[in-house]
């Protein structure tokens, strides 16, 4: 399985991304897509998850609200929806996959290059 993310860039504070996790290789359908993210000088942490069937979302607290995840199995691509963006989520945002059910991010096989969004004014 081989993950690419896509849609990430520079926006304002207040604005919109949506990022998308294109996966290739194998059906998506059995698999738990996670978002995470990296900031300089942070460690990587989790922003979301969304279980194979969709049935299950988990949001990191700081992205409650603002942040949507969800998924087409049929186009094989799982996407973040991030509005009302701040300075603070400004990161590389990288997409995993797992199977089946949300886990911890060690516990996640297959990892995509990552994406940088920058939110700046």
């Known amino acids: 399985l081989q993950l690419v993310e896509l849609g990430g860039g520079l926006v304002q504070p207040g604005g919109s991304l949506k990022l998308s996790c294109a996966a290739s290789?194998?059906?998506?359908?059995?698999?738990?897509i996670g978002w995470f993210r990296q900031a300089p000088g942070k460690e990587r942490e989790e922003v979301s998850c969304?279980?194979?069937?969709?049935?299950?979302?988990n949001y990191a607290d700081s992205v409650k609200g603002r942040f949507t995840v969800s998924r087409d199995n049929a186009k094989r691509t799982a996407y973040l929806q991030m509005n009302s963006l701040k300075p603070e989520d400004t990161a590389v945002y990288y997409c995993a996959a797992t199977y089946y059910r949300c886990k911890g991010q060690n516990e996640y096989d297959y990892w995509g290059q990552g994406t940088q969004v920058t939110v700046s004014s």
């Open positions: 290789g194998p059906t998506l359908d059995y698999y738990a």
């Open positions: 969304i279980s194979s069937g969709g049935d299950t979302t």
